[in-house]
């Protein structure tokens, strides 16, 4: 039977919550608005598998993603909370466009829960967007 991938996104997005919550033994997490959260991330979570890596077998690599968080470090220590791969360069605007009052934050998808990482992030309601690093 072939499960659509929008079913597997819904059925990740309905199961965060709880892993969230016993993984980090917090509060519970928002409901997460699975339709806004996919739109916020500007590339496929399918392409990732369970490390986190995508790409061919012989050539798996991990990606870099960006978003800007408001200044504060209780906005910084909150997604380190949840992503602990995350630098903070509050002196860049990266290709995302941080304005002044924000902070870019760099993550990497190699780890542990990379998609489920992500769609939490996502679901903060200051992360407009998250967009895939291009290094050149």
């Known amino acids: 039977m072939a499960v659509s991938l929008s079913y597997l996104q819904r059925l990740l997005a309905a ?4 892993v969230l919550t016993v993984a980090y033994g917090c509060q519970p997490v928002p409901a997460v608005d699975s ?3 996919f739109d916020k991330i500007g590339f496929d979570l399918g392409e990732l598998d369970e490390n986190g890596l995508y ?3 012989d050539g798996k690599r991990s990606l870099d993603y960006e978003f800007c968080i408001p200044q504060g470090n209780a906005y910084a220590q ?3 909370v949840i992503d602990p791969s995350v630098n ?3 002196q860049s605007q990266g ?6 009052q924000q902070t870019l934050a760099i993550g990497n998808t190699h780890q542990p829960n990379a998609q489920l990482i992500l769609m939490e992030l996502a679901n903060l309601d200051y992360i ?3 967009q895939r690093v291009d290094w050149e």
């Open 78 to 80: 909150e997604v380190l």
């Open 15 to 18: 199961g965060l919550c709880s």
């Open 35 to 37: 339709a806004s959260v």
């Open 55 to 57: 790409g061919p077998t």
């Open 128 to 130: 407009d967007r998250i």
């Open 95 to 100: 290709r995302i466009g941080c304005t002044e």
């Open 88 to 90: 903070f360069f509050p």
